[in-house]
């Protein structure tokens, strides 16, 4: 076993950091609607971005209870999706408003 395959998660591990990870995608959805929205590309990205937002803290959510159940902490590349989806979440409220 080389020191490559003991980085690489495996099962419930992998589950998790993929959960974590989820945010990501969403900030991403949230600024490609923000961006359709304000640019008036179409007029079907109204108040959509905000419940892609919400379902963006769920993956994080459902992480963190996963952590809970097993008694351990949550894995330390954790911050940093999270820290960027409520950053972007922050940018989309103070820049371009909520729709």
């Given amino acids: 076993m080389t020191r490559q395959d003991e980085l690489v998660a495996r099962g419930a591990r992998s589950v998790e950091a993929n959960l974590w ?14 961006v359709g929205a304000v640019s008036n590309l179409t007029d079907r990205f109204q108040h959509i971005t905000v419940i892609f937002y919400l379902l963006g803290w769920v993956g994080p959510a459902v992480a963190l209870l996963m ?10 590349g954790a911050v940093v999706p999270v820290v960027v989806h409520l950053v972007s979440g922050l940018m989309y409220w103070l820049v371009f408003g909520w729709a």
């Fill in 67 to 76: 952590c809970a159940a097993r008694a351990r902490k949550p894995w330390v």
């Fill in 21 to 34: 990870g989820s945010a990501l995608v969403f900030s991403c959805l949230c600024l490609v609607t923000r």
